[in-house]
């Protein structure tokens, strides 16, 4: 980044304070980790409001600041000899200012290639894959971590690089507007709906309401711009003809898809799924049918862009999942028990889904431990029963449950004549869950839960116990 206070403050649509002519190179949002020549971004998140950081951000090195109007006149930042931008929200101004540098990148540079991926659930591992496929020919960056918020999102496109030509962005949301405004700061080429599920249903009434909520992605795309979406989702196939877009439809079952999934085999002992696709053959390092779904928007945009099956199935090899969203490994070279680790979030989707894979694998018991999902509102107490049905129907040998929602869980799986045991306090299911694996040394063990319910805590004291 090389531009001026004055370029900044006009995509921010912000007024300059004591202009002192800066260039400025890097844009932080944290003033404990101040670059040199960097202009600190002042945001007020749930727990603090950045504002009440911009003295310290200054002393650091910070060479100017962007703050709200009112805490211009609060702090009375106009009478001191420092540069700030004043802006209405500093939010919409960062999003306003990504779009500009990122437009200075379609222009000067090879970016021609935004891809944004949304959905319920999955939308992390599809941006995994595709951002793997498409590495296999282009210059490829991608949405880090869970930088695919109003704030995370414009992070990643400020990491741009000169000889960048393809971005993966990953779009979350939690409330209507959201994916709007990501939308039309990202002006994406290429769109990816995985599906629609109960994810945030608390906040977005039904799941009419987050159908909504995700076309908004449609508000920042032009005309001529593709998007891929699930035939298989009913709420999504409903939409075939009606997005103005250059439609691609992905499924398995539905044979009015444009790219279907055939032939399909699963190992999920080696984790890997085998599918053809118009009787090309292909395999990906993650087994399951729901893994399967996130890989053909992938596959879809390797097509349109040109890749051959080959290179399409490079980068399928050189896919790597994110941390905590189903990794499958063994827990230790001593013993034979398999972890799946999927604590990242859930959804009662992403359980079953998570569920259907832990009683696929070869090994004489499957364990679940699971926790809340949260978000979930009026629907808490049918998504917690759902769960209960599927670790029934799967079979699952015995469920660890902790939390309040997961009382229903549990209740539904004793019912239904399943072994369950339910843990008032986290920290015991460690202990207990050793005492069991113990014994046994051949057995496949689930984590999942909701990212609140922080389970990975109750997987890393058990693998210190397993030592």
């Not at 008032?424 to 063990?445: G, P």
């Amino acid at each position: 980044m090389n531009l001026s206070i004055a370029d900044i403050a006009k995509a921010a649509n912000g007024e300059i304070i004591n202009n002192n002519n800066i260039i400025i190179k890097n844009i932080t949002k944290d003033s404990r980790k101040v670059l040199s020549d960097s202009l600190y971004w002042s945001i007020q998140g749930e727990i603090f409001d950045g504002h009440d950081f911009i003295f310290e951000a200054v002393e650091n090195g910070a060479l100017g600041v962007v703050a709200r109007e009112e805490a211009v006149k609060r702090f009375d930042l106009q009478s001191r000899n420092m540069t700030v931008i004043a802006v209405k929200d500093t939010v919409q101004a960062l999003l306003d200012f990504a779009k500009y540098y990122k437009n200075l990148h379609k222009n000067l540079d090879k970016l021609d290639k935004i891809i944004a991926v949304t959905g319920s659930v999955g939308k992390t591992t599809a941006k995994e894959f595709m951002y793997s496929v498409l590495s296999e020919k282009f210059k490829t960056q991608k949405s880090g971590g869970n930088f695919n918020n109003e704030i995370g999102m414009p992070f990643t496109l400020f990491e741009l690089e000169k000889d960048t030509e393809a971005v993966v962005l990953e779009m979350g949301m939690s409330g209507f507007g959201e994916i709007k405004r990501l939308s039309e700061s990202a002006n994406p080429d290429m769109a990816v709906i995985t599906n629609i599920g109960t994810s945030h249903i608390s906040n977005l009434g039904s799941r009419e309401g987050i159908k909504k909520a995700k076309f908004e992605i449609l508000d920042g795309m032009a005309y001529d711009s593709d998007i891929i979406l699930n035939a298989d989702d009913n709420m999504l196939y409903s939409e075939r003809n009606k997005t103005g877009r250059k439609e691609y439809f992905f499924g398995i079952n539905n044979e009015e898809a444009d790219f279907i999934a055939e032939e399909i085999e699963f190992d999920y002992n080696k984790n890997i799924s085998a599918f053809t696709v118009d009787k090309i053959k292909f395999k990906i390092p993650a087994a399951g049918t729901h893994n399967i779904y996130n890989a053909l928007p992938a596959l879809i945009a390797g097509k349109i862009y040109g890749l051959s099956n080959e290179e399409i199935q490079g980068g399928f090899n050189n896919f790597e999942n994110a941390k905590m969203r189903q990794n499958i490994y063994a827990l230790n070279d001593i013993t034979n028990i398999i972890i799946i680790d999927d604590c990242y979030n859930a959804s009662l989707e992403s359980v079953k889904a998570a569920v259907e894979t832990l009683a696929n694998i070869n090994k004489s018991k499957k364990i679940a431990v699971l926790s809340d999902v949260l978000e979930s509102g009026d629907f808490s107490g049918e998504i917690h029963r759902k769960i209960g049905e599927a670790l029934l129907y799967k079979k699952i040998d015995k469920v660890y449950l902790f939390g309040e929602n997961s009382k229903i869980t549990y209740e539904t799986v004793k019912q239904g004549g399943g072994e369950c045991v339910y843990f008032e306090d986290k920290s015991e299911i460690a202990s207990e869950l050793f005492r069991e694996l113990k014994e046994l040394r051949e057995c496949a063990v689930l984590f999942k839960a909701s990212r609140g319910m922080a389970m990975e805590t109750v997987l890393e004291d058990l693998k210190k116990n397993m030592r």
